[in-house]
């Protein structure tokens, strides 16, 4: 059976995505995704072509095949998308990469794992090791994270840390020990996921 790369679904809905890059320049706990439902067909089909074709399969990130090829209108993929809202910001947590049936992963372990192997820390996959336009596909995720960031649907929320905003009238005194609270709250948040990136990939200890 054929492994894809680029190939996920959201957690919480089951709704199948393309993931177009992994992590984004300065947030690498946050990833670009393309819905495919809703699509119209002749750019369903020829964005699924691609994506199983070799020069995507081969590509370090989707969207260097996506910024070469272009839709049956004759406009570039990646522009076409950026411009007509189908590139979303989402949490790397709450995509499940699929390469075959039956075989998922969250986004945010591939990426540690990712990691691990190439001996850098998860900021640093952002750079694509590929002879692609690094300049132009740095300056366009970074631009497209900006324009297409959205808020996690309700059915995620209990992904998300319960944060307490302060309210205007409350005193110096409660709004600290509110602050205080959430860094508590976060900090075990941070706990959780190294142990589990642990479990999965230990940390190599120099020599």
């Known amino acids: 059976m054929q492994s894809l790369k680029h190939v996920g679904r959201i957690k919480a809905t089951n709704k199948k995505v393309l993931v177009a890059y992994r992590t984004l320049p300065g947030d690498a706990y946050s990833a670009l995704v393309i ?105 366009t995720v970074t631009e497209v994270a900006r324009s297409e960031e959205v808020k996690p649907p309700l059915s995620e929320a209990d992904n998300l840390v319960d944060v307490t905003v302060a309210g205007p009238n409350d005193s110096p005194e409660a709004t600290a020990k509110q602050y205080r609270s959430q860094a508590d709250k976060l900090a075990k948040e941070a706990a959780h996921f190294r142990r589990m990136a642990e479990e999965l990939a230990p940390t190599k200890k120099a020599k």
Not at 91 to 112: A, F, H, K, W, Y
Request: proline share 7%.
């Open 35 to 139: 819905p495919t439902e809703n699509m119209p067909d002749e750019f369903h089909n020829a964005i699924i072509n691609l994506v199983e074709s070799p020069a995507a399969q081969e590509a370090y990130e989707f969207a260097e095949a996506l910024d070469r090829t272009q839709f049956p209108d004759g406009s570039r993929m990646l522009p076409n998308l950026h411009g007509n809202g189908r590139l979303i910001k989402v949490s790397t947590d709450t995509v499940e990469m699929t390469p075959t049936i039956g075989v998922s992963i969250l986004l945010s372990e591939l990426n540690q794992i990712i990691a691990e192997q190439r001996g850098v820390a998860v900021d640093g996959l952002s750079i694509a090791p590929s002879s692609h336009d690094k300049a132009r596909a740095n300056t």
